[in-house]
T-cell receptor, first 117, second 112 residues
């Protein structure tokens, strides 16, 4: 089956630093990847849609300068949280959309737990 | 706008059936999905139903869809402790962007 990995699985950083999270589709090419944010005991909030070779499309209310997304290849998208603050602490999940399966099925990564001190 | 609603918590005894309910607003969704999330992990697609179906059965899982009421349910037969997780229903957003709209998630607790 299709596998999506995320790296790192968890990260702790100091306030003001930037953190990069990688999302990789390991055995398929994904022209579209999605980045979600999940707060404890809450649903997934879509942050942005990342298309290979073009600028990401951000959802309303998501700061594009704060959350930089780069989809440089068909198997890799990165999310950089710039000048992170404690309120950015969250669980970040990516998904990669396939070109087959039901309605171009999405496969989800295992998530990255970000803690900003 | 689009909205997906779920009850937040369900507790059952091992061996019982679990029924998780969901309501959605966008009647144009082609597919409706059920995902499972175990603690500290990503989402795993459990099952899905095409919008022109009323029911789908997949081993212990039964999905019922009532399009008139925009109501979706997931029944897990013979619930096991390994079924304890958060279950999300999701619908596709109106535009063909692949976006999914998730409910709040239902935490299923299975007691031995």
């Amino acid at each position: 089956g299709a596998v999506v990995s995320q790296h790192p699985s968890w990260v702790i950083c100091k306030s003001g630093t930037s953190v990069k999270i990688e999302c990789r589709s390991l055995d398929f090419q994904a022209t579209t990847m999605f980045w979600y944010r999940q707060f404890p005991k809450q649903s997934l909030m879509l942050m942005a849609t990342s298309n290979e070779g073009s600028k990401a499309t951000y959802e309303q209310g998501v700061e594009k300068d704060k959350f930089l997304i780069n989809h440089a290849s068909l198997t890799l998208s990165t999310l950089t949280v710039t000048s992170a603050h404690p309120e950015d602490s969250s669980f970040y999940i990516c998904s990669a959309r396939t070109s087959w399966g039901i309605d171009n099925e999405q496969f989800f990564g295992p998530g990255t737990r970000l803690t900003v001190l | 706008g689009e909205d997906v609603e779920q009850s937040l918590f369900l507790s059952v005894r091992e061996g019982d059936s679990s029924v998780i309910n969901c309501t959605y607003t966008d009647s144009s969704s082609t597919y409706l999905y059920w995902y499972k999330q175990e603690p500290g992990a990503g989402l795993q697609l459990l099952t899905y139903i095409f919008s022109n179906m009323d029911m789908k059965q997949d081993q212990r899982l039964t999905v019922l869809l009532n399009k008139k009421d925009k109501h979706l349910s997931l029944r897990i037969a013979d619930t096991q402790t390994g079924d304890s997780a958060i279950y999300f229903c999701a619908e596709t957003a109106p535009s063909n962007t692949g976006k999914l709209i998730f409910g709040q998630g239902t935490t299923l607790q299975v007691k031995p």
